[in-house]
T-cell receptor, first 114, second 114 residues
Framework: GAGVSQSPSNKVTEKGKDVELRCDPI?????LYWYRQSLGQGLEFLIY????????KSGLPSDRFSAERTGGSVSTLTIQRTQQEDSAVYLC????????????FGPGTRLTVT | AQKVTQAQTEISVVEKEDVTLDCVYE???????LFWYKQPPSGELVFLIR??????QNEISGRYSWNFQKSTSSFNFTITASQVVDSAVYFC???????????FGKGTRLHILP
């Protein structure tokens, strides 16, 4: 596709359930990023992939969060045993190479944990 | 550690006025990259500019201009003759060559009043 796509656009889940958020980056972009944006807040960097590997996972807020990327393309962010504080917009971005290149953002997934 | 400070949380100006958004950064690396992104009410972040640490030339793009000053660790953004469509949240961001993280400031919400 022409841009970064994310699915679902909205997700409402009950506390304690697991959720999977998907990101499809721009074709040919080797770098992929996940961010979290809480209501009215800035962007919190979660994780970065170069190809299929994630050199630094220290931005993930807890061990309930995990992410993977397969085939150098699609990435999935999984949140296990969701908590209310996980409610936020989860943004995905991709870039041609690593972090010093401009990033192109997807529309985000709005996650609400009830 | 890297840090980006956008001290102005919210700014309101009347249409056609000029407005400057401040960004101050901290880094220990000698090679780094600075960015500005715009997040309109629709929510999708849009890349505006990328600047590397070795290029201190100011940049002008239409009504937008950027002033990069290493001496004060600032990368300020000015909108000339503001328009209502400029209303958005603007984020400044920093990445270091030696790291894979990109750190965003908390953003400045800009209201352009008709």
């Amino acid at each position: 596709g022409a841009g970064v796509s994310q699915s679902p656009s909205n997700k409402v889940t009950e506390k304690g359930k697991d959720v999977e958020l998907r990101c499809d980056p721009i074709s040919g972009h080797t770098a992929l990023y996940w961010y979290r944006q809480s209501l009215g807040q800035g962007l919190e960097f979660l994780i970065y992939f170069q190809g299929n590997s994630a050199p630094d996972k220290s931005g993930l807020p807890s061990d309930r969060f995990s992410a993977e990327r397969t085939g150098g393309s699609v990435s999935t962010l999984t949140i296990q045993r969701t908590q209310q504080e996980d409610s936020a917009v989860y943004l995905c971005a991709s870039s041609l190479a690593r972090t010093n290149y401009e990033q192109y953002f997807g529309p985000g997934t709005r996650l609400t944990v009830t | 550690a890297q840090k980006v400070t956008q001290a102005q949380t919210e700014i309101s100006v009347v249409e056609k006025e000029d407005v400057t958004l401040d960004c101050v950064y901290e880094t220990r690396d000698t090679t780094y990259y600075l960015f500005w992104y715009k997040q309109p009410p629709s929510g999708e972040l849009v890349f505006l500019i990328r600047r590397n640490s070795f290029d201190e030339q100011n940049e002008i793009s239409g009504r937008y201009s950027w002033n990069f000053q290493k001496s004060t660790s600032s990368f300020n953004f000015t909108i000339t003759a503001s328009q209502v469509v400029d209303s958005a949240v603007y984020f400044c961001a920093l990445s270091e060559r030696r790291d894979d993280k990109i750190i965003f400031g908390k953003g400045t919400r800009l209201h352009i009043l008709p």
